[in-house]
């Protein structure tokens, strides 16, 4: 008896798109039962790029729907007419990776030759991230986004930031702490402290100053230097933004 008059499987291939360093994405996956006998099912689960053999974690995997243990492997003892729900998972690694992720299912019945193979890809995608303010100076060789704040008013800028990738990026932006303390009468906030970036599109962050004592904050002009790190949700993605915010 053929596999295929004894079993349904939900997918003949599985591509789940353009994702991001240490994203995880999913697509549910079923078997049906279509006989009157109890089948044992074997789903083996495997990556078949060679770079990618010796990851710390899964790259392609597999978890029942209701449960969240992901594994390379998966037994189970099906009922007559009976079905079963998958849910199978990538892990992309969290490096850069040019080539396409290539993976396979194999689905196959205990006492029966053959198997179904069922071929999995992604591709890994590394958005550009700017501030369209930003300026490059020679003498740090690197892009300084240049702010001017004047002493008596609301002390706050607006910022934009440009996804230049395809898909939609949420960002949660904290200004990097140093081990020491700045020596500044003006402390440094962002808000909101997550934006939503879209494809191709614009997002505005305030930048804002906070007087937290020391001199009048009217008698001299300051500039603050800083680092505005942005982290990617739900990915190993991280950006780096440097501020010279001018106070006059």
Same mark, same amino acid.
């Given at each position: 008896m053929d596999l295929k008059d004894l079993i349904h499987i939900s997918k003949k291939s599985v591509n789940f798109g353009a994702n991001l360093p240490g994203q995880i994405s999913e697509e549910p996956f079923e078997i049906v039962n279509k006989s009157n006998e109890?089948?044992?099912v074997e789903i083996l689960i495997d990556c078949i790029n060679e770079e990618l053999q010796d990851t710390d974690e899964y790259v392609y995997s597999i978890r029942r729907s209701h449960a969240y243990d992901y594994n390379d492997k998966h037994y189970l003892i099906m009922a007559p007419y009976s079905s079963a729900s998958f849910r199978l998972a990538l892990k992309v690694p969290g490096?850069?990776?040019?080539?396409?992720?290539?993976?396979?299912?194999?689905?196959?019945?205990?006492?029966?030759?053959?198997?179904?193979?069922?071929?999995?890809?992604?591709?890994?995608?590394?958005?550009?991230?700017?501030?369209?303010?930003?300026?490059?100076? %020679? %003498?740090y060789d690197c892009n300084i986004i240049k702010l001017a704040m004047k002493q008596g008013k609301k002390l706050e800028n607006k910022v934009p930031f440009k996804n230049t990738g395809s898909v939609p990026l949420t960002i949660d932006f904290e200004f990097h702490k140093p081990p020491t303390k700045f020596n500044s009468k003006f402390e440094c906030f962002i808000y909101p402290t997550a934006i939503t970036v879209p494809p191709g599109g614009?997002?505005?962050?305030n930048?804002?100053?906070?007087?937290?004592?020391?001199?009048n904050p009217k008698d001299t002009k300051d500039l603050l230097k800083?680092?505005?790190?942005? %982290?990617?949700?739900?990915?190993?993605?991280?950006?780096?933004?440097?501020?010279?915010?001018?106070?006059?």
């Open positions: 109890n089948l044992v490096m850069k990776f040019k080539e396409q992720i290539r993976g396979e299912a194999k689905v196959a019945i205990q006492g029966l030759d053959g198997n179904f193979v069922i071929p999995m890809s992604s591709c890994v995608t590394i958005p550009k991230v700017f501030c369209p303010r930003e300026l490059y100076n %020679k %003498k614009i997002a505005v962050a930048v804002m100053l906070k007087y937290v004592g020391g001199a800083r680092v505005l790190i942005g %982290k990617v949700r739900d990915s190993a993605i991280t950006y780096s933004f440097y501020l010279w915010i001018e106070t006059y």
